[in-house]
Every structure is written in structure tokens, then in C-alpha cells.
């Protein structure tokens, strides 16, 4: 049973029952205690900047000892002093994502009622209960106001959420590689990851045994979100000079591996590990999150959603982002502007795939200008 | 172990040893018998046309007596009595792809040296290993020359080496959604395939029961095709309208189906059956022929490749596929224009994906007036 917890992560427990969005049919949909992870970054008195991270990702959005090293913390191109997200000018926080496992309540956490994971007996996770946790959390750290919350991917949900559930909480939201519903596209690729984790001999119902590591439908599951992740361009352009120079087979010692790409070996490389420092239930409840997340039909229609909101947005979106293309990002713009809400969307010119928010060139020359810019307004 | 040889299929037992291209360490690369599968249509007098087929199908590429109904055979649009591959007029032929289970010699053939299947010490398959147990049947049935080779996917990688093989036996031939390497797209997502295959609890290095119908890898890797084959945008079209309907859950039975979508209902409908008419073994080793297939490697460089081919070539892609993306029939199309060759591309304007060679609509309209054309010529 793997965990992304990182040391510095802070937890808070909450011991009052915590509901979620989504009561089913023989489950309460509420949990009797409440863990909350984060990490603080900057002086308490700057305004606060709410980080939302993706699917994989935990608390360390940046590492202050590690300003440059990519591998300490998961943003630290965007989140610094001297980074567009200031940490010398604002209040960062970044908070473990519920139903995740990074240190909040998820499928993973002891049920005090049984002494065992909650497993699949956890409820189900929707992007406003996460939202509601978080929400928890800064009362109880009595933040009274948002400067802006910022996130990619799922963290981009969350964004959005927040402007629609605490509308006079949050004063600007930044969803990168985002949308206001999941494309059918991912929804197929997260449905080919569950079954991938749930079909696993091993996986047992999600009652596997909390010492195993060897959840391969977990590391397939993973596999099958980096075939996504970058274009199919990016993936030619990384990996067609290794294709190219291979010429004689590289490993003797298996038939069946002796030809043997470049572009195979990065795969496994960055999967199987990923199953390890991951909860294959967290994963599960995570892509189901993820394809049931689903504004329009959540407040009836898209325009509905933001007839309160009082936050100013800006989607950010590239044109090689397969999971979340460009007319998602559209789509949210035009529910905003019938609403006369100030929405803009800032358009990347930049093939790189959907982590474009992750890379540190895209970010310092493409991203971080315009970025601050809306931050200043 | 499944298979999908068609009940028309006709099998050719050769008694002589069938010796493939790649022999490795402890493999001698050598099966000790060869069988080819085979369906015809059409007037032997007639010019031949043969037609190469995709990983996942068969011989059966027309159904004379069932010509519009496309459950009934995979190309009937393509294949038939009017159709442009018009067998009143041609001699049209399509053979099991060797390492396949339609028929043909592949890992779920019986080894007369053991008694069992080979399994994986079947020799790896190459392209070329292909179209060299094609030529010892045609060789065998007395045809002396192709008036075409047309093949879709996989199926345009056997027409491209056939060209150079055999140079002076082909007249012309037609890849559609094909290249002259394997971009690194599809070597990642064919790896996914392998793995999920092979880590099933259940494949037991190939060795599985041969009456286990539960080999969930497979279906789990035919998922991952799945998400490969349509474009990101034709899934939106085909799936968002179930999505924005379905406003209530369509399951109670199981908590964590309650919210399924349709496109995740078809994922499994497409992927479930084919686990069990398609071999496990084939799939890994078919997938590694389409990873292993590199004409410039094979061959020194592209244009090195086509030195000696005579055959006219009508490349066919399409803009919306993302396994073979246009650009990479413009290589083998510049290929060719070094050493002078008759070549064209035919840039089809069609997001469908990477199948749009197998939708009746786009063959009607955009594939058959030009092919029919070409092949007049």
C-alpha cells in the first residue's frame, strides 16, 4: 500500500464526521474522522495563493532548500521567491487532494471502526468534497480569504470549484489543462486504468495486503496515463534519435526483450516505481473522481455554474493537451462570459502534451509572463 | 487460448521447415512445418490482388454472401462485386498474417516436436517473415504476380516490403494508415499492451491453460488499442451525447459502476469478447512485429530501402490518425522520389483516427473514387 506522503507534510485531524457530495445505497457517504495534509510556504500576513495538485501529486509543490532541482518538489519552476506564485510576496498552501495519499483521508486511511483501510468502503470522491476539506482546513487555520487558487489538471478542477462553492472566498482562479467536464477520451483512458488496477490478481477487491508492492495493474494503470501525458509529437521528438542509433539489440538476456526501444524502457522506468510510492485504491477513487467530474450536469448547465461566481478566471490551455484540448477551456470561457463574469483564456502555442504546466521551460516563458500579469491586476 | 480462424478459411500445410529472419541466442529460428490460411474470391484468370490484413483480423475480408452487412466480414465496403477491389474483376486473396491465429503457423500452433503449443518459443516475427510465408503460398497456388497489394495498419506495412522483396512480382501497391518505421506513439502504447498481457497472473510466460478464457490482460490491452484507434474527437462526438444524457446512475448493483459512462460501457463491450477469439501470444507477438518494423534500420536508410522497387505506390493516411500520422507517409513518399519512383500520398482529410480505413462512409467517398483510379492505371 503506497503512500506520495511527503515528510514535510503537515496533517491536521479534524474529529468531527466529515460528509461527502455522494451518499450511494448501503454507504452513509460519511466518514467519522478527517485528515487534512499540507504544507505552508511565505508569511502568514501575505495573501494566500491556494495550490491545487494533480492526480499523482502530493503537498511539496516547492522545496525552498531546492529551488532549481525539479526532482525535490513537483512545481518549484512556479512556485518560489522570485517565481511567479512569489512565495516572498504571497502565503502559498498546498493541500494533499482527499481521497488521495499523501497524508489526507483516503481509501488507504485506518477506519476507526474496523482497525483496517477503509479500502472500497470509502466513499465516493467528488471534486466538491475535496473542495469542502480544504475549506475545513483553512478555517482552521482561520484564512479568511483567497488571492487566488491555482492548479492544473485535477488541481484546475478544484479551481473551479472553489469559484462556484465559495464564491466570496476567492478572488482569482487559475485552471491549467483544465475543463468544465472530462473528454470522453480520458474518461476511456481512466476506465482502461481502473480495470487495469481492478482486474490484478492481487488487487483482491482492494483488500490487498498493505505489504505488497507488486500491484502490476496499478503499474499498467500508470503506463497507460504517460502514453497520454505528452503528445504524440513530443514523444517522436524525445525518443526517435534512441529508436534511430539502436541498431544492434541491447539486452541478451531475454529473448523477448532483446529489441528493446528506448521510448519501452522510459515507461516501465517511470511506472514501476509509481506503484510503489502510490495506493492502488487512491488511484481507482482518484479516475473516478476524474470522469465523473462534470459541471454541467452537477448545477444543470455550464452557465449556471458560475452565475455566482465572483472570482476573475483565467484558463490556461495548450493546443497539444489531448486530454483537456483547447475547446474545453473555450467551453468554460463562454459559460463565464454569459454570465458577463471576467473570463479570459490564455492560449499556449505548444505541442508538448498535457503536462505543458509542469515543464520549466513552458512555464518561465509561456506561462509565467501573463501569469503574473493577471496576478497583479 | 482463442482464435479467430474464419470457418471459410482454407489451410495450406507446407511439410518443409520455415526458417524466419530473426534468429537469436538459443533460438534457431526455424518451425519445422508451416501453415498458411487463406481465403479467395473472385476468377482465378482474373489479375491478382492481395489483400494484407490488420493485427487484429483474418482471412475473411469480404462475405459474398452478406456484402452490406460489416459484422460479417471486416472490408465488404472495400471487397466485392462492385466494390473497388472488384472481384468480377479481380482475383482477390487474403492470407493469415503469420504469427497470428487465424490459421496460420503462430505461437497457439501445435510444435509436432513436443506436441504443445510453441508458445513463446515461437520464433520472433518479423514483416518480412510475413510476406515470406505469403509468397510460399502464392508460389504454391501458381500465382505469378500481384496486380496489388493493399493493406490497411498492419496490413500497409506487408505491401511496403513487399514492393521490396519481390520487386519484380508486385504491379502496384496501397498502404493505408501505414509507414515505412513505427512512430514512437504506438511503440509506447504497444508496450503497455505487451506488459498488461504478460503480467496477467494468469499468462504464466505463455504457458496458460489453453482452455483459460480469463486472461484479463489481453482484454485490457485490446482496451489500450481502443483508446488508439479513434481520434480524441471522434470519441467526443460518438460518446458525448450518452454522457450529457445520462443523468442518473444506470447500475445499482455494484457501488463503484453506479456512475459509468457510456464510453466506458463500449471500452469493455469492444475489449471483453475479443479476449476470448484472439490468442495472448500472438497479440505479444504481433505487437512486437509492428514494434520491431523499421524499414530504414532493416535496410540501411528509407531511400536505401526502395532502391529496387517497381511497384506504383498510393500511400493513403489521414489526417485525424494519430498512430501514423501523415508526416510519416510523406517520408516514404520522399523516400521513393530519391530513386525515382511512381509514389503518391493521398492526404484524406478525416479525423476519424487511425481506422478510418474500415469505415464504410470514408471508403465510399474518399478512399474508393481516387483508389479506383490508381488501380486503373
Chains 1, 2 share one sequence.
Not at 119 to 126: E, H, M, S
Not at 189 to 212: E, F, L
Request: hydrophobic fraction near 40%.
Amino acid at each position: 500500500m503506497g503512500s506520495n506522503r511527503h515528510p514535510r507534510a503537515t496533517v491536521h485531524h479534524f474529529a468531527e464526521p466529515f460528509t461527502f457530495e455522494t451518499p450511494f445505497m448501503g454507504h452513509s457517504g460519511t466518514i467519522p474522522e478527517l485528515y487534512v495534509a499540507y504544507e505552508v510556504w511565505g508569511d502568514r500576513r501575505n495573501p494566500a495563493v491556494l495550490i491545487g495538485h494533480a492526480l499523482s501529486q502530493n503537498t511539496h509543490a516547492t522545496d525552498l532548500e531546492h529551488p532549481d532541482d525539479d526532482r525535490k518538489s513537483w512545481w518549484s519552476s512556479m512556485v518560489g521567491p522570485g517565481r511567479v506564485i512569489d512565495t516572498n510576496r504571497f502565503y502559498v498552501i498546498c493541500i494533499n487532494m482527499l481521497g488521495g495519499c499523501g497524508g489526507s483521508s483516503g481509501p488507504a486511511t485506518i477506519d476507526p471502526d474496523t482497525g483496517r483501510p477503509f479500502g472500497l468502503n470509502f466513499p465516493i470522491v467528488t471534486v466538491g468534497d475535496m473542495v469542502r476539506s480544504q475549506k475545513r482546513l483553512l478555517d482552521a487555520l482561520g484564512i479568511e480569504r483567497l488571492y487566488a487558487v491555482i492548479g492544473g489538471s485535477l488541481g484546475g478542477y478544484q479551481a473551479l470549484e472553489w469559484a462556484i462553492m465559495y464564491p466570496d472566498f476567492v478572488e482569482r482562479i487559475v485552471p491549467l489543462g483544465a475543463a468544465g467536464c472530462t473528454n470522453q477520451f480520458m474518461i476511456m483512458t481512466n476506465r482502461v486504468q481502473i480495470d487495469a488496477i481492478q482486474m490484478d490478481c492481487n488487487y483482491n477487491h482492494g483488500n490487498y495486503n498493505d505489504k505488497d508492492d507488486s500491484l502490476t495493474g496499478l503499474a499498467i494503470a500508470r503506463m497507460v496515463g504517460f502514453t497520454t501525458f505528452i503528445s504524440p509529437i513530443t514523444m517522436e521528438r524525445k525518443f526517435a534519435k534512441y529508436h534511430e542509433s539502436q541498431r544492434e539489440p541491447i539486452r541478451d538476456s531475454d529473448f523477448h526483450e532483446q529489441m528493446f526501444h528506448e521510448a519501452e524502457d522510459y515507461l516501465r522506468r517511470v511506472s514501476g516505481p509509481f506503484s510503489k510510492i502510490f495506493d492502488a485504491n487512491s488511484m481507482v477513487y482518484l479516475l473516478q473522481t476524474w470522469n465523473h467530474f462534470d459541471l454541467a450536469k452537477k448545477y444543470g448547465s455550464l452557465a449556471q455554474a458560475f452565475r455566482d461566481v465572483q472570482a476573475k478566471t483565467l484558463m490556461i490551455c495548450a493546443t497539444g493537451d489531448n486530454l483537456f484540448p483547447p475547446y474545453l477551456s473555450e467551453d468554460v470561457y463562454k459559460a463565464m462570459q454569459v454570465n458577463d463574469k471576467p473570463a479570459r483564456v490564455l492560449l499556449i502555442d505548444e505541442e508538448y502534451g498535457h503536462d505543458f504546466f509542469l515543464i520549466p521551460d513552458i512555464i518561465f516563458e509561456k506561462i509565467s509572463p501573463p501569469l503574473k500579469e493577471f496576478l497583479d491586476e
